[in-house]
Each structure stands twice: as C-alpha cells, then as structure tokens.
C-alpha cells in the first residue's frame, strides 16, 4: 500500500485553461473527498464519492470544476476555464470507513498566471 | 452551519508543554479530528475523539468536552520538528460524517 497519489504534485497554467488533476486513492478505500486550501487556512470541502457515485458537491463549486471516479477506484478533478482565483493546494483523502481519519495525498499546487 | 475557532498562531520553547485550543459550533457533532500539517505537505492524522475526556498516544493527547463545544490537543517534550501547523476538524452526525476543518494553528518551536 503507498498511500494517496496525486498527480501531478505541480501545476502552472495559464489563465482559461483547462486542467485535469488524478487522484488513487489507497485500495481498500471505499470513500474518496476532494479539499482545497489556500495559504493560511484550512482544508475546504470540494466533493465526495462513495465508490463510484459523487454523493455531495460544495457550493463552492462552481460549474467550472466537474469530478469523477468512474470505477470506484481513481478520481480525477478538472477545472475548466481556470481563473487566478483557482489557484491552490487540491487534496485528496481516502479513508475506509465514516469514522477513520483520512489519509491524504501530497496534493497538487496550482498556480494560474 | 458550522463554525470552528483556533488560534491562528502559537509559539513554545523546545522541550515544553503546549496546549491547542479548539471551539466549534455545530449542528449534528460526531467527533473531533486533529491533524498536523508541515509547511507545503499534506495534513497526517493525528487523534479522533468522539467520547468526552482525554486520550493519550505518545507525547500527544487530545480531550474533547461535548457539552462545552470544546477541544484541545496537548503536545508534551516539545521538539523542534513538532513546528507546524495543527488543524481541529469536526465531523458531523448523519450520512457519511461529513469532515470541516478549522484554519489551523500554527506552532512554532524555538530553542
């Protein structure tokens, strides 16, 4: 087992492009969540997926970013139309059970110029 | 909604005793996370509480009070690796237990 992947671990984009990020989460980890932090604050909430079905969505999402996880398995994280705005650290986290802390990946820095 | 409240930084001298404070206001709690989070790195898991009192693991503890909305993670024998920032999130009841985080303390150590 080697944790949560992300890629990639940087990213540079210019601004109204488009950008994909790629989540593994640990195998036997059924439950998969999306976070965004910018400097100085904590993690905010993007999404959840319970194998393969996105059970929540954050209103902070705005219909520029869409996730998916079509086999239950990967995820992946697109943001299209990028503004500066979007730029930060994605975390991804897996975690087996409701109760089981999350273990998160080294996440993905974006930084749109 | 929720709202989570922690200092936003503390400072402790290498080899001592601090004490991190955390207050929320939610509605539907189910426990209290603590993660640690080095500068530019993912946050680890550090502690779960879910009943009231103190639990212990190592050279950290965290207690949680329910009834007061109201948690704190001790870190003893401080060193200076323990510089980082220390992140409260609460989980709440129902559906899958949804995790919001607080802002995060960030704690320096110095010699």
């Known amino acids: 087992d080697t944790g949560v992947s992300q890629d990639p671990r940087h990213k540079i984009t210019k601004r109204g492009q488009n950008v994909t990020f790629r989540c593994d989460p640990i195998s036997e980890h059924n439950r998969l969540y999306w976070y965004r932090q910018t400097l100085g604050q904590g993690p905010e909430f993007l999404t959840y997926?319970?194998?393969?079905?996105?059970?929540?969505k954050s209103r902070l999402l705005s219909d520029r970013f869409s996730a998916e996880r079509p086999k239950g398995s990967f995820s992946t994280l697109e943001i299209q139309r990028t503004e500066q705005g979007d730029s930060a650290m994605y975390l991804c986290?897996?975690?087996?059970?409701?109760?089981?802390?999350?273990?998160f990946g080294s996440g993905t820095r974006l930084t749109v110029v | 909604g929720q709202n989570i409240d922690q200092p936003t930084e503390m400072t402790a001298t290498e080899g001592a005793i601090v004490q991190i404070n955390c207050t929320y206001q939610t509605s539907g709690f189910n426990g209290l996370f603590w993660y640690q989070q080095h500068a530019g790195e993912a946050p680890t898991f550090l502690s779960y509480?879910?009943?009231?009192g103190l639990e212990e693991k190592g050279r950290f503890s965290s207690f949680l009070s329910r009834s007061k909305g109201y948690s704190y993670l001790l870190l003893k024998e401080l060193q200076m690796k323990d510089s980082a920032s220390y992140l409260c999130?609460?989980?709440?009841?129902?559906?899958?237990?949804?995790?919001?985080f607080g802002i995060g303390t960030k704690l320096q150590v110095i010699p």
């Open positions: 997926f319970q194998n393969e079905a996105q059970l929540e």
């Open positions: 986290a897996s975690s087996a059970t409701a109760s089981g802390g999350y273990t």
């Open positions: 509480n879910v009943l009231d």
């Open positions: 999130a609460v989980s709440l009841s129902g559906g899958y237990q949804k995790v919001t």
